[in-house]
Nanobody
Framework: QVQLVETGRGLVQAGGSLRLSCAAS????????MGWFRQAPGKEREFVAR????????YYADSVKGRFTMSRDNAKNTVYLQMNSLKPEDTAVYYC??????????????WGQGTQVTVSS
């Protein structure tokens, strides 16, 4: 059974930075693409970023492009989301997820429990 655990929750001021981590256990981490998603109060969960199995390909939502950077360390079974120039509209619960394939073209099969990010204006 695959488990994903996000860490790095926090309260930051607008313009600040925060780094989220997602540690995986079980399964073969390096064989799958990983993604970050978020859900703000009263809104549906939305895609934020994804990274291919090797880390060679990344893709971002337009709303975070140029501000967020996703990376992975397969030796540590961990993915990261570096968030810079944070805005109040980035406030949400952030989830990491594993895709069913190497490049993130399909759906996700495992999810973390989520971590809260709050950006004050």
């Amino acid at each position: 059974q695959v488990q994903l655990v996000e860490t790095g929750r926090g309260l930051v001021q607008a313009g600040g930075s925060l780094r989220l981590s997602c540690a995986a256990s079980g399964g073969t981490f390096g064989n799958y693409a990983m993604g970050w998603f978020r859900q703000a109060p009263g809104k549906e969960r939305e895609f934020v970023a994804r990274i291919s199995w090797s880390g060679g390909n990344t893709y971002y939502a337009d709303s975070v492009k140029g501000r967020f950077t996703m990376s992975r360390d397969n030796a540590k079974n961990t993915v990261y989301l570096q968030m810079n120039s944070l805005k109040p509209e980035d406030t949400a619960v952030y989830y990491c997820a594993r895709y069913r394939d190497r490049y993130g073209w399909g759906s996700q099969d495992y999810w973390g429990q989520g971590t809260q990010v709050t950006v004050s204006s």
